[in-house]
């Protein structure tokens, strides 16, 4: 698996990480190899779909940083739906003027996010960087909320070295997530693809 990569650095790769397990029994990575680099997410995080596949969702949420509407995003998948949905954390300054130029009235940002078409014109940006890092087709998010409010270590959705603390998201969005998955069914994009 590791022959991209110069011999020496991938033995050093393999007994390193074999060390750090024994010592620190927590300390679980799963290696990707790609183009001679090695991409680590932690084992934890990763879950599987109802298709089988299994999502890293470190991985897609770094693709979507890059999208000029998100500033933080938390991708969230399981065992019993197909498809991907996002809690995404909007950049209030791109998503004022986006709405500007697209002439869109709004008395306040949370009546924005809530707006279709401006759900809408993240989730297409976010395909287009996904696109462009080539993502395969289970990885794509499928619905999105929007909230203004940014994931931080005050409110219990960041570790103090900034990742997201995955439970605690889960459940602060659980009546987000509960509700992209429902407008899923309703649309027919949740049913399983074989």
């Not at 089988?52 to 999208?67: F, L, R, T």
């Not at 938390?74 to 809690?87: I, M, Q, R, T, W």
């Not at 929007?146 to 602060?172: C, D, H, S, W």
Request: glycine share 4%; proline share 4%; with cysteine.
């Amino acid at each position: 698996m590791l022959c991209n990569i110069y011999p020496g650095i991938s033995i050093l790769l393999l007994n390193f990480s074999a060390y750090l397990s024994q010592v620190w029994p927590g300390f679980s990575f799963v290696k990707y190899i790609n183009q001679n680099f090695i991409f680590q997410y932690r084992k934890k995080n990763i879950f599987k779909l109802s298709q089988g596949e299994y999502i890293a969702p470190e991985k897609i949420e770094n693709a979507y940083a890059k999208c000029k509407f998100v500033a933080q995003c938390f991708v969230y998948g399981d065992s019993l739906n197909s498809s991907l949905v996002a809690v995404v954390s909007v950049d209030h300054d791109v998503l004022k003027a986006w709405a500007a130029s697209e002439g869109i009235m709004y008395n306040d940002l949370a009546q924005l996010c809530n707006d279709p078409k401006a759900k809408a014109a993240v989730l297409a940006d976010m395909d287009a960087c996904g696109r462009e890092v080539e993502l395969r087709g289970f990885e794509f998010v499928k619905v999105v909320t929007l909230v203004l409010e940014p994931f931080t270590m005050e409110n219990g959705l960041l570790t103090p070295t900034f990742k997201i603390k995955r439970p605690q998201a889960k459940e602060y969005f659980a009546k987000a997530i509960s509700d992209m998955y429902n407008e899923l069914s309703k649309s027919g994009h949740s049913q399983k693809t074989f």
